[in-house]
Structure formats: C-alpha cells, structure tokens
Nanobody
C-alpha cells in the first residue's frame, strides 16, 4: 500500500508562488508516473501536471509556462512549482502515484491552494 503525503499548500496573492511536495512511501513495486490533479468546488478533478519515470511531462494548457513539475526518484517525491498564480488556480490539489506493472493508482489526501487578494 502506497502512502502519499502532500505539503506546501496555502493562501497566496495573485501573481505569487507556491511549491507543493508529495512524498510516496510503502511501495513494493516501482512507482511509475506521478502527478498533480486539482478539484475546485463544483468541478471535476482535472490533471494539472504529470511526470513519467523517464522524465517526460504533461501539463494542462491552463498552467503551461507557469507551473513546473519535477521529481526526485530516489526520494519518491514529486514537486509542483507554481508561479504567477491566478484566482482560478484555487482548488484542492491531489497527488497521484502509479505503481507497478498495472499502474495501480494511489491518491494523497489533498492540499488546499487558495489564490486571493
């Protein structure tokens, strides 16, 4: 059973920056891709950014050029650097890890990001 612990959320003014971290533990197989998703009230959960084990990345169009995902494979930790934050980035951000041959998905508990003046 993989456990994911997220940190780094909070309140920030528009134009500000935050860095989210997600550390995975308890895996018995290799963790393949890791990523960040978000869910705002009344909306479905959506992909923000994802990074595969070989380093390839995918971003939602709305965050391209502002957010950067990175990963420390040795620490099983993924980061999301968020710059030029906008009020529409406000959401609960969830970390996801995909483990093993079948890419079994595990989710973190979520961390609130609020962008407001």
């Amino acid at each position: 059973q993989v456990q994911l612990v997220e940190s780094g959320g909070g309140l920030v003014q528009p134009g500000g920056s935050l860095r989210l971290s997600c550390a995975a533990s308890g895996s018995h197989f290799s963790i393949n891709a890791m990523g960040w998703y978000r869910q705002a009230p009344g909306n479905e959960r959506e992909l923000v950014a994802r990074i595969a084990s070989r380093g390839t990345t995918d971003y939602a169009d709305s965050v391209k050029g502002r957010f950067t995902i990175s990963r420390d494979i040795g620490k099983n930790t993924v980061y999301l650097q968020m710059n030029s934050l906008k009020p529409e980035d406000t959401a609960v951000y969830y970390c996801k890890a995909e483990e093993g041959f079948f890419n079994r998905a595990y989710w973190g508990q979520g961390t609130q990001v609020t962008v407001s003046s």
